[in-house]
């Protein structure tokens, strides 16, 4: 995961990690863990980042799926 490019995003989308915690209902320490590499995004994460960050397939692949 490009954890710089998620970051980049949700500053560029006007959010803050609180917000998107709660988008996503996990607490923002649990959102911190994901986004630093301790645990991994599930698929309904990942979707609704994608729609809140309204990132396109080319963004989701190099933000999620790239090593």
Same mark, same amino acid.
């Given at each position: 995961m490009d954890k710089n490019k998620l970051k980049g995003k949700i500053v560029e989308c006007g959010y803050n990690y609180k917000k998107v915690a709660n988008s996503l209902e996990i607490s923002e320490t649990?959102?911190?863990?994901?986004?630093?590499? !301790?645990? !991994?995004?599930?698929?309904?994460?990942?979707?609704?980042?994608?729609?809140?960050?309204?990132?396109n397939n080319n963004e989701i692949l190099k933000i999620f799926f790239n090593k």
């Open positions: 649990t959102l911190v863990s994901k986004i630093n590499g !301790k645990t !991994k995004f599930n698929i309904d994460e990942v979707r609704c980042l994608s729609n809140i960050l309204s990132l």
